[in-house]
């Protein structure tokens, strides 16, 4: 049930886009996007659920494929804040979350 | 309110000791969430209250986990006859379920376990 994450790992430069996928092999409810720095907790980034919509705020945005039970996030113009370990966890009940292994995302100069 | 919050922060213990954390949610949160975290994983699920109500509990988890929840407050996870395999970052996390869904979840900062 576990969701899988493509790619395991990005380095970009400042200001270079990238794109996070999240795939699963079962129906879902919603998928959850978190970003996670070392030593800290995972933070919330944004939910989407199930009607394929696309949320997003300032250079971060995401969509969501109810039919093909895949979620995309969009890193636009990265600034070196970006950098950390995203995870989606994906929700096929309304209820816990099952986490993917997480895409390290380092930002350089 | 500052978040959730979890003790202790680090905890080491012995082969075969009992340990006991302690997890304290968003006030006005009525789901709580037990994840374990190792290096380079994602949070792996454990288990999660609806107030105080255990609705789940992950068909992987050891009969040596048990969590709490009283009065639908702060929970407790403990974990008996601890083995080394145990050693992880344990994560708490809360969220608000309405009748129209429910809020994002927000972690704790964890309590990392090793066990020697």
């Known amino acids: 049930q576990q969701p899988v994450q493509s790619p395991q790992a990005v380095i970009l430069r400042e200001g270079e886009d990238a794109v996070i996928n999240c795939s699963s092999s079962?129906?879902?409810?919603?998928v959850h996007w978190y970003r996670q720095k070392h030593g800290e907790a995972p933070v919330f980034l944004m939910i989407?659920?199930?009607?394929?919509e696309q949320k997003g705020h300032e250079k971060i945005s995401a969509s969501f494929n109810e039919k093909k039970q895949q979620s995309s996030l969009y890193l636009t113009a990265s600034q070196l804040s970006y950098s950390g370990t995203y995870f989606c966890?994906?929700?096929?009940?309304?209820?816990?979350?099952?986490f993917g292994k997480g895409t390290s995302l380092l930002v350089t100069p | 309110d500052t978040g959730v919050s979890q003790d202790p922060r680090h905890k080491i213990t012995k082969r075969g000791q009992n340990v006991t954390f302690r997890c304290d949610p968003i006030s006005e949160h009525n789901r709580l969430y037990w994840y374990r975290q190792t290096l380079g994983q994602g949070p792996e699920f454990l288990t999660y209250?609806?107030?105080?109500?255990?609705?789940?509990k992950s068909r992987l988890l050891s009969d040596r986990f048990s969590a709490e929840r009283p009065k639908g407050s702060f929970s407790t996870l403990e974990i008996q006859r601890t083995e080394q395999g145990d050693s992880a970052m344990y994560l708490c996390a809360s969220s608000l379920k309405t009748g129209q869904g429910y809020t994002e979840a927000f972690f704790g900062q964890g309590t990392r376990l090793t066990v020697v």
């Open positions: 966890g994906t929700d096929r009940s309304g209820y816990a979350l099952n």
């Open positions: 989407l659920l199930k009607g394929g």
């Open positions: 209250f609806q107030n105080e109500a255990q609705l789940e």
């Open positions: 079962k129906a879902l409810y919603s």
